[in-house]
């Protein structure tokens, strides 16, 4: 498996409070994905990075910030959290992307209530 | 924009029983295709995957899919499932023109009753 932690795996938090969550890479790999994954939709991109302080929406962005400040380090914000972004998260990483080589490896996913 | 469609959202086997899942996808020009599997609980690990070359692309676990230009299909298939095998399954396609990022189909949940 790719070496990809997530950080906490699971947290139980209020509407209106803001959450971050960590993903950690030891592959060096330069690109770095948030997703979301809701029964019925699949997973859905939020936020991408394509290098330190590079990083572009998604599909579903709205109510989500990113930040990437080291090449191993992409974390995911929800600046106030709603009982909508109750989710599991996931984030990959790929080395290259838009060519014939790129492939994304998952995390292990931070569960996320938000009450 | 591309898309990816698993029309089965459900399927419930027999062990030993033969299986196929489909995936279909909208884009028309060159892509990269993948299907994921999910075991319950735990993350997506990569089952195969079609860059080029060979349609036929033979994966980890005795799965393999055949990649089918002509219908925009990429399913995936086994001869054989194991009870291990319940687990979620999805299909992604990525596009290689444009800025368009990988994107993955509703998952097809399979049940294999022992």
């Known amino acids: 498996d790719a070496g990809i932690t997530q950080s906490p795996r699971h947290k139980v938090t209020e509407t209106g409070t803001p959450v971050t969550l960590r993903c950690h890479q030891t592959e060096n790999h330069r690109y770095m994905y948030w997703y979301r994954q809701d029964p019925g939709h699949g997973l859905r991109l939020i936020h991408y990075s394509y290098g330190v302080k590079d990083t572009d929406k998604g599909e579903v962005s709205d109510g989500y910030s990113v930040s990437r400040s080291k090449t191993e380090d992409f974390l995911l914000t929800l600046e106030s959290a709603t009982s909508s972004q109750t989710s599991v998260y996931f984030c990959a990483i790929s080395e290259s992307e838009g060519s014939r080589a790129d492939t994304q490896y998952f995390g292990p996913g931070t569960r996320l209530t938000v009450l | 924009a591309q898309s990816v469609s698993q029309h089965n959202h459900h399927v419930i086997l027999s062990e030993a029983a033969s299986l196929e899942l489909g995936c279909n996808y909208s884009y028309g020009g060159t892509v990269n295709l993948f299907w994921y599997v999910q075991y319950p609980g735990q993350h997506l690990q990569l089952l195969l995957k079609y860059f080029s070359g060979d349609p036929l692309v033979k994966g980890i676990k005795g799965f393999e899919a055949e990649f089918i230009k002509s219908k925009f299909s990429f399913n995936l298939r086994k001869p054989s499932v194991q009870w291990s095998d319940t687990a979620e399954y999805f299909c992604?396609?990525?596009?290689?023109?444009?800025?368009?990022?990988?994107?993955f189909g509703t998952g097809t949940r399979l049940t294999i009753i022992p």
């Open positions: 992604a396609v990525n596009a290689l023109e444009g800025n368009e990022k990988l994107t």
